[in-house]
Structures are given as structure tokens and as C-alpha cells.
């Protein structure tokens, strides 16, 4: 069955998930998270990461990518950092030749809950009862990705 | 002589512009301006733009890379693509092995103009006099990319 990868972009930590889907449901594949030190500087941090999610689209070669959009309402600062890594979050796929498919936050929570307003905690209950998971996957980011996989799966162009 | 390139971030047009230094002053060696189409997906205007660097970064293998901060009051939509931009052009300076200086607006003007507050004219001015230019680099994207090698040239370890 084909492959979806879900991600939830991040520069300090970037959740990934992979969901297979018939067309009708979608079954876990695997998840994780990739992880950066602050300590480093941005462009090594970028670049981890992109190394990182290469190294899993090698692995698993998903036929497809589904990534959250970013919404702040808030704070621009901490916004500009994210939006970096999601860049090159992005790029990985690109580089990968693997297309990308973007989802608003509202519209993964109306796929996995049915609920564009859903907080965070039934999202990942969805996730895990969608997926036949005995509990939510950790960490939170992980379980974020899973739901990008699931809304493309049950919504998207593929 | 040692060469830096600087970097004015962007997604439709990110300049670049390269300068040689002796530790006293710079000279002019090139410029130009990568241009993505808007009405190309994100993860393909943004591996088109690491391409195009990476190829730049390949041609001149300046030491060091010098490259502006994003600063948005206003706009935080506009401000997003710009810095998923950024990082994919922070990511082809770490996958080229060169190191990346990243300065605010303010320093660049400082820098340059010897005044934080000065206009993009009086920047645009600047760089084409400090450079032995006979008018400002074109476009605009390339003369600022200039100003932030000049600032690296100027204030930057190296």
C-alpha cells in the first residue's frame, strides 16, 4: 500500500509519522522526531535536520508528504525560526522528488476530529484510535505528523 | 584574496553579491538575483532557489557567507515564505561547508552608512562608492546582498 508522511515542522524538534492507506483507512507505519541543539548555529541546525528527513524519506519512500502550515497569532520571533526549518523541511521532499501537500492546522483538526476547533489532546486520542494504537504516540510532535498523514489520506490529492 | 558573499533573503528574489577583501577593504567581484515563479509550489520554488545558490557558493567558494536578519514589525504572512527562504539559502551554505554570519538590518546599515537608520538609498549609494562602482548594483536585492558582505568584510570574524 502506498505511503503517506506526515510532519509537524519544528526547528528544535521536528515530528515526523507514516500512515499506508487503501484509499479507506490508513494503517501506522512508523514515527519519530528529529531533534536540534540550540547550541548550535542555524544553518548546522537546518542542516541536520534536512539530513535527518532525507535519511527517512530514503528509508521509507513515501509516495507523498502532507505538512502543517504555520499560524501565529502571537509571536513573530519565535515564528521566523520555525518557518526556517520548515523550509527546509520542504526542500527535503522537493530534493527527495517526492511532492508536498500543505494543510492548515483548521483542516487537520476537521480530518482527524471532525472538529476544526479540537484541542490538541483529542487530536491525539483521534490519532491514536484511527490508527489502532494502544495510546497516543509519543512524542506530541510525532503524534502532530501522524494527523498530517491522516488528514491527506482522507482528503487529499494523492 | 578572500572572498564573502552576501545574501539579501528572499523567496521571489533573494540577492546575492560577492566581495574580496584584504582586511582593510572590499572589492567588487559579482551579483546577481535568484528568482523563483509564484505560481510554482513552495517546495519547488524553494529547491530551486538552494540550487541556484549551491551553485553560485560552487563557482566564487567564498569563505564565509553574510546574511541579513528578517525584521518584520507589520506583515507576519508575508514575513513566513521569506524566512522558509532563508533557510533553505542558510542550508546551501552548511551543505557547501561554508560557515554563515548572520547580521541585523541596523549592523548592515551601520556598517555601511555608519548610521542604523539610514534609507535604502543612502545603502544603495554607499555600496557603489565603498565597491568603486560607477552607479548602484541592480537590482536592489543585489546592491543589499552587497551591503551585507561589506558589513562582514568590515565588522565580521572571518
Known sequence: MPLIMGIDPGLAHAGWGIVSHDGQRGRHVAHGVLNTK?????????????????????????????????????????????????????????????????????????????????????????VALLLKLPESPKPDHAADALAAAICHAHTGER
Do not use: H
Request: glycine residues 6%; contains cysteine; positive net charge.
Open 38 to 126: 540550540s547550541n548550535q548555529p542555524s544553518s548546522l541546525r537546518l542542516q541536520s535536520l534536512f539530513k535527518g528527513l532525507c535519511s527517512v524519506l530514503e528509508e521509507y519512500k513515501p509516495e507523498s508528504v502532507a505538512i502543517e502550515t504555520l499560524y501565529f497569532a502571537k509571536n513573530i520571533s519565535s515564528a521566523l525560526p520555525v518557518a526556517q526549518a520548515r523550509g527546509v523541511l520542504l526542500l527535503a521532499a522537493a530534493e527527495s522528488g517526492i511532492p508536498a501537500f500543505e494543510y492548515t492546522p483548521l483542516q487537520i483538526k476537521q480530518a482527524v476530529v471532525g472538529n476544526g476547533r479540537a484541542d490538541k489532546n483529542q487530536v491525539q486520542m483521534m
